[in-house]
């Protein structure tokens, strides 16, 4: 209700106040989106282009993450040596560092999923290791009793153990990798969304930009809520 | 046992800081990777040294550090106002915080060139797209301190014959103020690095401009003593709020 009333709000008041340089009716936005933005060929390959960096850079920092969390959290020493460590890098904003990425990996694909892996895989790191502490040695040491494999040990107990925090992780990682790419995309690119954002933003033609920016948001959303989904599927357990 | 094990853990920390920096320095003698990409150490030392004594140094970081004070006044004002405002009815509350929080989800990244479109690539552009940045967190943390009260210390306020402010002051404050103070710090960390990444992305002046420009010249030296002076400055303000933080903590043990 709030929201239909606020996109109201605003088409009467652009329609009013009519600043058409800086912010267009909703209902001019949509004719943008259906006469410019989907009919054209090359803006389209950009949004399916980053949305494969997001999910290249999402799928690489949740695997990175969870090797390199469960390497670091196995042991007592390797979490104390190893954690404050990651926490530093935690701690520094990434941003400063997208220029070097753009010089180590180019201007194309694979410097925004570079970006947005080094991103997303700290929060997943620094959750798996949490999730790794507070598990109870009662539990291992009676798996291990009962002839359980290493593997299994994982699969059966420390995995279930720590899936509230490494979905956590999952949620933060996805917000982080969306930010990383767009970041980048908007840094430096030759024919991304970072592309025709700017160039959109630069003519003064608000209603296609718009119209971009809301299939973007779509998108994070619709991203931001299939992580949210399965994170309820495989926590439900839990609070049965 | 517990002090050898911290003391191991202690010297593999050292080892590695030491590896990292060894590995660095040979790469840059022998430049096994482009200097291009990692100049040798001496030299981002060298240029670390040169850059501090320039005024342009100091005039660009002054730029950043007034956009992320503007950006952070604005955000904790409207921040905390707004989230307050919000938790005194709780259907408001009940209506708002998922609206807020939902839209806390979307990127404000996304935004970013319609702050460039309404506000300039001046300052004011950063200012708006840093304090959007740390007005959510804050706004939530607020919105989930003073709601999370417990209506029976507010009814034995009353009960009590407090005034408004004497409730406010004595109950509401003291309880929603450790929550709040963790959305003020995550919002001070999150409009820093927004700030940041709005002037590497598009802007005239200030530290995350001077960066990118480092790296479009092609001198890494200097771009990255300046990323030294960042991470620096991220790491040494990231101390003191711990620091902050644990002391109230501390505060607010007394009181129970």
Redesign the interface.
């Known amino acids: 209700m709030?929201?239909i009333g606020v996109f109201l709000l605003w088409e009467i008041w652009t329609r009013v106040a009519g600043n058409s340089e800086?912010i267009a009716p909703p209902s001019s936005i949509l004719r943008a989106l259906f006469t410019e933005i989907l009919p054209d060929a090359r803006i389209r390959n950009a949004i399916v282009v980053a949305l494969f960096e997001i999910l290249s850079a999402y799928a690489m920092a949740v695997a990175g993450g969870l090797a390199i969390g469960v390497a670091i959290g196995s042991t007592?020493?390797s979490r104390?040596?190893?954690f404050?460590?990651v926490l530093?890098l935690y701690?520094?904003?990434?941003?400063?560092?997208?220029?070097?990425f753009?010089?180590?990996f180019g201007i194309g694909p694979a410097a925004k999923i570079a970006f947005g892996f080094s991103h997303g895989v700290l929060p997943v790191i620094v959750n798996v290791v949490a999730g790794m502490r507070n598990m109870n040695p009662i539990y291992l040491d009676a798996a291990r009793a009962m002839g359980a494999r290493r593997s299994d040990i994982f699969r059966d107990v420390i995995f279930p153990n720590m899936v509230g925090n490494f979905f956590t992780g999952l949620r933060l990682a996805m917000?982080m990798t969306?930010?990383g790419v767009?970041?980048a995309e908007?840094?430096v690119s030759t024919a991304g969304i970072g592309y025709y954002?700017?160039l959109?933003?630069t003519t003064?033609d608000?209603a296609p930009?718009?119209a971009l920016?809301g299939i973007?948001?779509a998108m994070?959303?619709g991203l931001?809520e299939m992580v949210r989904t399965i994170e309820r599927r495989f926590t439900r357990w839990k609070t049965q | 046992m517990k002090d050898i094990?911290?003391l191991?853990?202690?010297l593999?920390?050292l080892g590695?800081f030491a590896i990292a920096i060894t590995a660095w320095f040979v790469i840059g003698r022998t430049g096994a990777i482009a200097p291009?990409?990692v100049p040798p150490i001496d030299a981002v030392s060298q240029a670390t040294i040169v850059l501090v004594q320039t005024g342009a140094f100091w005039s660009s970081v002054r730029v950043t550090l007034m956009t992320i004070a503007e950006a952070y006044a604005i955000a904790v004002m409207l921040g905390i106002l707004g989230g307050y405002a919000v938790t005194r009815s709780r259907f408001l509350t009940d209506?708002l915080e998922p609206?807020v929080s939902g839209l806390f989800?979307?990127?404000i990244?996304?935004?970013?060139?319609?702050f460039?479109?309404?506000f300039g690539i001046g300052a004011e552009s950063k200012v708006a797209y840093g304090a959007a940045y740390g007005f959510f967190p804050i706004a939530l943390n607020t919105i989930a301190g003073f709601a999370g009260v417990d209506m029976r210390f507010l009814n034995a306020a009353r009960a009590m014959g407090f005034s408004a402010a004497g409730t406010f002051r004595h109950v509401l404050l003291p309880a929603a103020f450790p929550v709040v103070f963790t959305g003020l710090r995550i919002g001070f960390?999150i409009c820093?690095?927004s700030v940041?990444?709005g002037e590497?992305?598009?802007s005239l002046a200030g530290?995350?401009r001077s960066?990118?420009l480092?790296?479009?010249l092609m001198e890494?030296a200097r771009?990255y003593a300046?990323?030294a002076a960042?991470?620096a400055v991220?790491?040494l303000l990231?101390k003191m709020i711990s620091l902050i933080e644990s002391r109230m903590r501390g505060y607010g043990g007394n009181g129970n």
């Open positions: 709030i929201v800086l007592n020493l104390r040596a190893l404050p460590i530093l701690a520094i904003p990434q941003v400063v560092l997208l220029p070097l753009t010089l180590g917000t969306l930010l767009i970041l908007l840094y954002t700017r959109l933003a003064f608000p930009l718009f920016i973007l948001t994070a959303i931001n | 094990s911290s191991s853990a202690r593999i920390q590695i291009l990409f209506v609206l989800a979307i990127p990244t996304l935004f970013f060139p319609l460039i479109l309404g960390f820093f690095a940041l990444g590497t992305i598009s530290v995350g960066i990118a480092a790296a479009e890494p771009m300046w990323i960042v991470v991220a790491l990231n």
